[in-house]
């Protein structure tokens, strides 16, 4: 039996173990961590035969004689060892150097399972913010429609996984013909994804994120071009500056978006997605009304017209998008209401992980805010953010390991009051009493940061977020009939 290594114990790399197993290979999973959740996961895969090392860093030296046979990428790689990565791992480390030097066959989990997924047309979604928004707005229009789809990558499931099903699943899982995958993809998964080359390629936003990982913002903007590069459809937000100015000319064949009308696109009628008399239009077709989106704020009326602009240019009728637009609840853990107290709304956006999601999360509400940021803090211009908090929070409650960071910039601008907790337990209640003390409106979790000081992912910290409103809503109402 032939040797594939994983590396990265995350949801990416654990499916990836999994098919890579059921394709018929010894699967060695390496992972820089040491836990004992990890150490429970070492446990559990040794008893379906999948070794994990931990604590440990990925190095050809250290792997044994194994190498490939034919396998599933290609004859001409079967004689290299297989090397699959999760996207949390950087695709620099001096291992995979070492083993992309020596021609050995490093895969990304997600162009791994696009390798076997190529019967099937693709709709990549990627861009700073608005990723997730888009994609969840497709896979809805999609299944009104009742195309055969999967949403993967940070939406969904891991690639591998959708692989595995489509191959390894039970018959009834298993699709009989081409089909649809919708991919939410970051930059982490582009530039270990080099070769996916989707039927339609969206990008959504662009500013400066992820820079610890990238070190310049042009490596970064390289990243997710390269990705509408490979796109056969590319579709753009023509109302993004940064986009407008330096991929017009790389796209000559692109559609792009506006909110401001077709005048305002920069492109030909042929090829725009715009607002006219409050619908959405595609190349002079209204599909939707834009205040059938029950979700607020402009920046979601521009994910809504890339979201019809791709189910369009992918022959959805416009009967079913229309509908799918009308029911659509909205996108957890982005703008979520989650619970509300006397006339106090407690939104959840703990999706916005940086300084520019966390001021569109702002911008969006239409009563003063008492806000809950921090968390893991990210590289970035803050002074937009800044501005918005002065414009709309009467108090914010600091979290997390930016808390005192963030404490210390608002009192240099002179926001206040600021207030500092150790987490969101405490940081709930505090800011619920804040709140109906000013007469503000919403308590907004809007971290502006990352969550891995605290939290796994941002999904659980938003989940965090709402067991504690609702607890204490429930509190409240409880102690007021007493």
């Known amino acids: 039996m032939e040797t594939a290594y994983v590396v990265g114990l995350g949801k990416s790399g654990l499916a990836a173990a999994r098919l890579l197993q059921a394709q018929g290979y010894s699967v060695v999973l390496s992972d820089s961590g040491d836990s004992p959740g990890l150490r429970q996961q070492q446990g559990e895969l040794a008893q379906v035969g999948i070794t994990v090392k931990l604590a440990d860093r990925f190095d050809p030296d250290r792997l044994g004689p194994d190498r490939l046979g034919p396998g599933a990428i290609s004859s001409a790689a079967a004689a290299k060892p ?63 429609a009742n195309y055969p789809v999967e ?21 009834s899982a298993r699709s009989p013909g081409p089909s649809w995958v919708l991919a939410e993809l970051s930059s982490y998964q582009i530039e270990s994804g080099w070769d996916v080359a989707p039927r339609i390629g969206v990008w959504t936003t662009f500013t400066p994120d992820h820079l610890s990982r990238h070190k310049t913002l042009e490596n970064y903007y390289g990243i997710k071009a390269r990705l509408l590069d490979q796109s056969q459809i590319q579709i753009l937000n023509g109302d993004d500056p940064y986009l407008r100015r330096q991929a017009q000319s790389r796209y000559p064949q692109a559609y792009w978006t506006s909110l401001a009308g077709a005048a305002a696109s920069p492109t030909d009628l042929d090829h725009s997605i715009y607002l006219e008399d409050g619908w959405v239009t595609v190349a002079g077709e209204p599909i939707v009304a834009a205040k059938d989106l029950a979700m607020v704020g402009q920046h979601n009326q521009q994910n809504l017209l890339l979201a019809v602009g791709a189910a369009y240019l992918a022959g959805v009728d416009a009967g079913a998008i229309a509908q799918a637009i009308q029911q659509f609840p909205g996108v957890p853990h982005r703008l979520e209401q989650v619970a509300q107290w006397q006339n106090i709304r407690f939104i959840n956006d703990s999706k916005a992980t940086n300084y520019d999601a966390a001021e569109v999360g702002l911008t969006a509400m239409t009563a003063p805010t008492v806000l809950i940021a921090g968390g893991d803090p990210k590289e970035g211009e803050d002074q937009a953010w800044l501005e918005r908090i002065r414009a709309q929070a009467v108090a914010v409650v600091l979290v997390g390991k930016a808390g005192p960071q963030f404490a210390q910039r608002m009192a240099e601008v002179g926001i206040a009051p600021v207030e500092v907790l150790p987490s969101l337990t405490e940081a709930v209640p505090r800011a619920a009493r804040w709140a109906r003390a000013l007469g503000a409106g919403a308590v907004l979790l809007s971290p502006a940061c990352a969550s891995f000081d605290q939290y796994p992912n941002f999904e659980q910290r938003g989940e965090h977020f709402r067991q504690l409103c609702t607890a204490f809503c429930a ?8």
């Open 82 to 144: 297989l090397v699959v990565v999760s996207p949390g791992v950087p695709w620099d480390i001096p291992g995979l150097v070492k083993a992309r030097d020596r021609g050995w066959s490093v895969l990304g989990e997600l162009s791994y399972a696009w390798h076997q997924l190529q019967d099937r047309a693709w709709i990549c979604v990627t861009g700073t913010n608005g990723k997730t928004t888009t994609t969840a707005l497709l896979d809805a229009i999609f299944k009104a």
């Open 151 to 171: 949403a993967c990558g940070n939406i969904g499931y891991p690639a591998c996984d959708l692989a595995y099903q489509a191959h390894f699943g039970s018959p």
């Open 475 to 482: 509190q409240q109402s409880g102690t007021s009939k007493e």
